[in-house]
């Protein structure tokens, strides 16, 4: 008998079938047609100027505001090289994007995390944090959380940016997933709300495609020149034959109509995850984001996601360990589930396959 296809429910990927190919066919021949001198050069670390200006119009900022780096993962990096010192306390969210914890952990931060709920971080434990130390730094990720899929809620969001003028430490506002949005309506970002004290992020990972590894970020002129300068002396600029072309994509008006495209494709997909989660794991209470990659579920009692991966991986079903999104312990039974990657059908079939394998699990134990 024929093995059952392996599905993956591990990595937060675009679908192959949202990458805007023959658009961006288009637009490499526009950058190169009509910036080739400017592209195939050297230029400023701060990015392809044209980009940079029409991020900053998009943005709503003026453009000695906004830096551009080889996706946002580096603009992280850049952040913790140019204002972190060994041993400083950094706040992110618990769970968190296990990438960053690892740069933050490179760097020698002393990361703290803030318990995370539906609708944001906990502020009564964020308040108490404070009162033990002031980060120099607290890392949110407020719009469909990676890996969690919460979004926090404008009263929260208006009072971490209070707290955050009013103790002096930044926000790092990082908000890829922010404009696919399937249903509701949007919280006014951090940075629009105390944009002195921040650095917003976000990438064309999410919109475009990973491999154009442009991302940005807006910021307080200052910041914005000194991480520019690590740059700099990191790589002497970013790529600009990729950010040509982004730019020309942007400049076409390409944006608004692809992330219709990427709602209209996902949104069936978030839903399908939801319904099959409901219908197949008989009290796990799923988050119930209104966008971006991302439900997570704590796994039943008397089951560990460890356990659960194992045995969903005889089942041809892949699961990613929930223990690396927390930064200081816990996560035992925290399973992330990215559903943008995988078709409805997909979808159904690995929620079964979950189901068979917490069980199995629930047995065995
Ligand atoms: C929250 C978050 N930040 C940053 C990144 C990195 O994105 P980029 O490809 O722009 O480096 C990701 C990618 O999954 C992410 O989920």
Known sequence: MAQPATINFTRGVPADESLPVSELVEAARAALDTHAARVLQYGPSTGFAPLREWLAQWLGVEPARVLTANGSLQ???????????????????????????????????????????????????????????????FYLIPDFQNPSGATCSGAKRRRIAELAERHGFLLLEDAPY???????????????LAPDVTLHMSSFTKLIAPGIRTGFLAGPERL?????????????????????????????????????????LYAPRLDACLSAIDRELAGVAPTRPDGGFFISITLPERTTTTAVREAAASRQLNLADGLAFFPDGGGERFLRLP?????????????????????AVRRAG
């Open 178 to 192: 922010r404009l696919l949005r399937y249903r509701g309506s949007q919280e006014p970002t951090l940075r629009e």
């Open 224 to 264: 914005v020149t000194k991480l520019a300068k690590i740059a700099e002396d990191t790589y002497i600029s970013p790529g600009y034959l990729a950010q040509g072309v982004a730019y020309e994509w942007c400049r076409q008006g390409r944006l608004p109509g692809q992330i219709e495209k990427l709602k209209a």
């Open 339 to 359: 559903f943008c990657a995988l078709a409805p059908a997909e979808i159904d079939e690995g929620i079964r396959r979950l189901a068979e394998a917490i069980e």
């Open 75 to 137: 603009l992280i990096e850049f952040v913790c090289l140019g204002l972190l010192a060994p041993g400083d306390v950094v706040f992110t969210e618990s769970p968190s994007y296990d990438r960053t914890l690892t740069l933050l952990r490179r760097h020698g931060a002393k990361v703290v995390g803030i318990p995370l709920e539906a609708d944001g971080p906990n502020l009564s434990a964020l308040e108490a944090q404070l009162r033990r130390s002031v980060p120099k730094l």
